[in-house]
Structure formats: C-alpha cells, structure tokens
C-alpha cells in the first residue's frame, strides 16, 4: 500500500509504507512517455567549464499518446505548488529503463515473483502519476489531519489533484477492476529536505495479494494470522533474492491502512537496514472496494534506497545524471554492480541567515534552493538557529554547492548564493541578516 509513503512517512522512512528515511481533474489513466536525448559524454578533463543554466523546460510531455501542455501540471492556481523542475521530470521513468540500476533492480523483483508465484502477479509500471486527492489519500485511509496532505509535503496541481506520494494511489482502482495480485512501479513526488539521501521525486513499488477464505481455512488459521504469515514468509524470500543468506528481523509497527503493520530489517554490511514496511491490510479497504470475504497483504519499498546499498551508489542525484561514467557501469540483469565514483570535485559552502516568520518551512527553502540551482545543490543543512529577547527566532542554513561531473567556478557559485539569497527574501518572506 502506500508503505513507500513516507520516505518519508509511513513505513520505510523511504515509503508511506516507508517513508519516514510522498489538477483538473484528469479522468484518465495515460501512461507516460516522454522522448528526451542523452548528452554525449566527455572525458572529465574535457568538460567544458561554462556557467551553469537552468535547463530549458518542455511546454508539452505526451501521455500514451495525448499531450499535456505544461500549463495542466504547473499553473496559476492558489493551491499549485508544482515547479518547473518537477514537470521535467514527469515520464522520464527510470524504473523503465532496463540498463539503470532502478530497472535493474525492478526487474529482479519481478524476477523472484514470477518464479515463486508462478507468474500469478500483474506488473503494472506505466500508470500515470497525476491522481486524485481521493486516490492518493481516502483510498488509503490516510487521515484528514495527516502531515502528508499538507501543503508543505506534497505537490498540489490544484486543491482537488496531486503528483501521486505513493504507488497505493492505484490500490483502489486496480482492486476494483479485480485484480488480485499485483506489483505497481512508479515514479513518486514528495516535497522533501536536500541531502545525499533524499530527492522530491524517486521511485516506489507496491505489491498486493488478496487471499479467498478457501486459501486460510484449510490451514486452521484465522484469516489474518495467515496473510501476515504468507506475507512474511514471501518477504524474507526476496530479501534472501536481494542480498543473499542475511539475517532478518520483523519489527511491530504502525501504518493506518494496515492492521498488524510490520517493518522487514535485515543486518547487512555491518549494520541494521530496513527493507520495506508491509502488513494485513484493512478490511475497510476491501470492504470498499467489493472484497467483503477476503484477506490481503500489502508491502512497499523505496527503490532508490534499495539501490544505493546493492550498487553503492553514494549521492541520489546520480540516479539522474546522463553522464557516461555512469549509466555505461551498469548493464541489463546485472543487480549489484558496484558504482566505482567518478567525481572528485570538492564542495563550496555558502550560509544564508534570516529571521524566520510564522509560515516558514524548512520543505520550502529547499524548494527554493533546487529551483535555482538544481542538482547542483548537494545538501542545505541547519547548523545554527536562536530567538532573541523580542522573540524573534533565527535560522542560519549552510548550502553544499557540488557538481557530480565538473569544478564549479567561483563566479557561478556566487550567482547562485546571491539569487537564493533574493528569493529567499521575496518568496518566503523573511529577513535576511
């Protein structure tokens, strides 16, 4: 379900099963499917060290065939927060792409589910991530007050549609048209911090199974202790598919689509990881849905968190690049093929300090920050804040400045500061110290 919700904020802390580590009302389910070149690649000493500029922003992205102008996605609306830089990067799909380590990886889960479950569940990894407040959301009995309808969570392409949080925005729909199994891919939006770790869009995988009462009977078992038992037993065979013989735990939890909610942790390179979120799911969603009599499970995991430890990927925004150095490390069916780093160029650190006011968010400065300058923005950090006597309160933000691929040059980074600096002021209403 929507366990890869919370990458923030259910259950990974990568997915709203795990995430804590995310319109007109479009009637449609289009897929996407957007051209786009790859630059040639240079070696890194031949790369030309010009200023850094915004990339040109498409007007129109085809959806199976229909075009969308980007006016539907990013428009004068009061309650449109979605900015240029996430409409570039709707349809470029990476878990489509079978020579990426997203690809890569989705194709060896849905390798061990085809040969455990004799090819029983459906793939669906091409369905368009413009829903409904209602999928996103109600669907998936994600409470009125949630953090993660707000605003400050999530991308709004007007009050009554989003950029789909989680691949559970389809749970309901695809239940509906009777489908029992089923693994969904997608690509996720979520308003986020900046780190190595974490990006406003990366990509989630759901998977569903729904069990008849002639499934549990026969075992003596009520219904749900013998979902939650099928559905660790399944888990902890595709974690061994993952990662090979590794030890495993099974921590209680709590997701509100869920009942009991489990996180999967296995112990991998010296410490604890957590897998995926998962659980029994709520009876009131079938029950929504026209599966009175049945049982299901649910799980969800983070791809992009799964694949910076199988291929030792250090910086998220590497997921993105179209450098050669990158994407020619990787090849069709090879899962953890190790990254060997191609970028030595240091960082620049650049502080920006301002009295805050009532409204400010530290979701928001960051969308400010990778507005102007993109991926060349490496982490913004809180590293001091205090209220003086009046009350007023401070906060001082530090800014990595990093290319993954070239030096930066002194002159742009200081065109960057000095931009966030003016944006900062107008578009988040602080005063700069």
Not at 45 to 71: C, M, N, T, Y
Not at 205 to 219: I, L, Q
Not at 299 to 321: N, Q, Y
Request: proline share 4%; with cysteine; glycine share 6%.
């Amino acid at each position: 379900m929507a366990f890869s919700f919370a990458q923030s904020t259910f259950f990974s802390k990568p997915s709203l099963f795990l995430h804590k580590n995310g319109f007109r009302s479009f009637a449609f389910s289009l897929s996407f499917s957007l051209s786009f070149s790859t630059s040639a690649v240079v070696s890194s000493d031949k790369i030309p060290h010009h200023k850094w500029r915004q990339p040109v922003v498409a007007s129109v992205l085809e959806l199976g065939g229909v075009k969308i102008a980007k006016d539907d996605v990013v428009r004068d609306d009061p309650a449109n927060n979605v900015p240029d830089s996430i409409f570039t990067k709707l349809g470029m799909q990476l878990h489509r792409r079978d020579h990426h380590p997203i690809g890569i990886l989705k194709n060896a889960i849905y390798s061990y589910f085809d040969t455990t479950h004799s090819n029983k569940f459906d793939k669906f990894d091409n369905l368009c991530p413009i829903v409904s407040v209602k999928q996103n959301f109600d669907d998936v009995l994600v409470p009125e007050d949630h953090v993660s309808r707000s605003y400050n969570d999530t991308y709004y392409v007007d009050s009554h549609t989003v950029l789909r949080c989680h691949t559970s925005a389809h749970q309901a729909e695809l239940l509906r048209k009777g489908h029992t199994h089923f693994l969904v891919t997608g690509d996720v939006y979520r308003r986020d911090s900046i780190d190595s770790t974490h990006y406003p869009v990366f990509h989630q995988m759901e998977g569903f199974r729904v069990f008849n009462p002639e499934d549990w009977e026969p075992s003596g078992m009520d219904d749900t202790s013998y979902a939650a038992e099928d559905l660790k037993k399944c888990l902890e065979g595709l974690a061994r598919h993952l990662f090979g013989a590794v030890e495993m735990r099974w921590i209680d939890t709590y997701f509100p689509f869920t009942n009991p909610s489990f996180e999967l942790e296995i112990y991998f390179q010296d410490k604890w990881l957590e897998v995926l979120g998962c659980g029994v799911t709520e009876q009131e969603i079938l029950r929504r849905n026209g599966r009175t009599n049945n049982v299901a499970w649910a799980f969800g995991l983070g791809l992009e968190r799964l694949a910076m430890v199988l291929f030792d990927i250090p910086d998220i925004r590497l997921f993105w690049t179209t450098d050669e150095r990158f994407t020619s490390q990787f090849s069709k069916g090879q899962l953890g093929v190790k990254f060997k780093s191609f970028s030595k160029y240091p960082p620049c650190y650049k502080d920006v300090s301002f009295w805050i006011n009532g409204s400010f968010t530290e979701n928001n400065l960051c969308e400010v920050v990778r507005g102007i300058a993109g991926d060349l923005v490496e982490e913004v950090r809180l590293i001091d804040n205090f209220t003086n006597k009046k009350g007023r309160t401070s906060h001082c933000y530090r800014i990595a400045y990093r290319s993954m691929e070239r030096s930066l040059t002194d002159e742009e980074i200081n065109d960057l500061q000095w931009s966030v600096r003016d944006q900062v002021q107008t578009k988040l209403n602080v005063e700069l110290r």
